[in-house]
Structures are given as C-alpha cells and as structure tokens.
C-alpha cells in the first residue's frame, strides 16, 4: 500500500466538489470564516494548499482569531 495514501474509509467522508463548493459558498454568504475553515478541512488543508498553490500555513493564519481574512490574503 502507498505510504501516501488515504484509508478508503477517509476518503468516503470527504466531501465532493458540488458539496464542498456549497458549504463554502453558504459559508461566504454568513461571512462566516469558522464556517469557511471546517468546509477546508472536510477536504483537508494540505490538500487545498497543494491544490491552490496556497500556502497551508496561510489559511490558518488567515482564519485564526487575529487573523483578518480578505479576498487578498
């Protein structure tokens, strides 16, 4: 077994495309960042980072209670 690989029981649970898009999309409606960073974490932070060409450090940095998200962070 690939050493980099996600048990199939993980990969069960995460989210799709459709879903993740809308918990984010609602998330942003709300404008609410906790709700933004559990629907990045349902797909996996280092996964968006790597997906993005974001860094994973980044996000939470963003998200965290000091943090001030904004369309340019």
Known sequence: MDALAAP???LAS???ESELQAAIND?????DPKAIVEALRSRGM???AR???LVR???YRAFSADGKPEFTT
């Not at 998330?27 to 404008?31: E, K, M, N, P, Y």
Request: proline share 5%; aromatic share 4%.
């Open 46 to 48: 280092s996964r968006v």
């Open 57 to 59: 450090e980044g996000f």
């Open 27 to 31: 998330a942003l409606a709300a404008r």
């Open 51 to 53: 997906e993005t060409g």
């Open 14 to 16: 995460l989210p799709g």
């Open 8 to 10: 199939a029981d993980e």
